[in-house]
């Protein structure tokens, strides 16, 4: 499976929002935005602490995976080529 480069430019970002014990919020950001997709809407104690909250919800805003499209019967292991492509291998 690939990952596509929308899922590569998306990412988690710990700020400092406001003062107190639960200063930090985490944001999930694209590279292409200006502005955060999603702002958390609790805040922690620790920058550590809002990076695996942010983290753990990270799956919800990347697209899935791409598979890999499947190879024609004749590329397997054992299998030949059809007669029109064996001279062209």
């Known amino acids: 499976m690939r990952l596509s480069k929308e899922a590569l430019s998306i990412r988690v970002v710990v700020r ?10 985490w944001e999930i950001n694209r590279d292409n935005m200006a ?4 702002v958390s809407p609790e805040a922690y104690a620790s920058m550590e602490a809002a990076y695996r909250a942010g983290h753990a919800r990270l ?3 990347v697209p899935p ?3 890999m499209p499947e190879l024609p ?3 397997a292991d054992d299998a030949e080529a ?6 062209a291998l």
């Open 35 to 38: 502005e955060p997709v999603f």
């Open 65 to 67: 995976p791409r598979s």
């Open 82 to 87: 059809p007669e029109e492509l064996a001279d």
């Open 59 to 61: 799956s919800e805003f």
């Open 73 to 75: 019967v004749w590329l």
């Open 16 to 25: 400092r929002a406001k003062r107190g014990a639960a200063p930090f919020v």
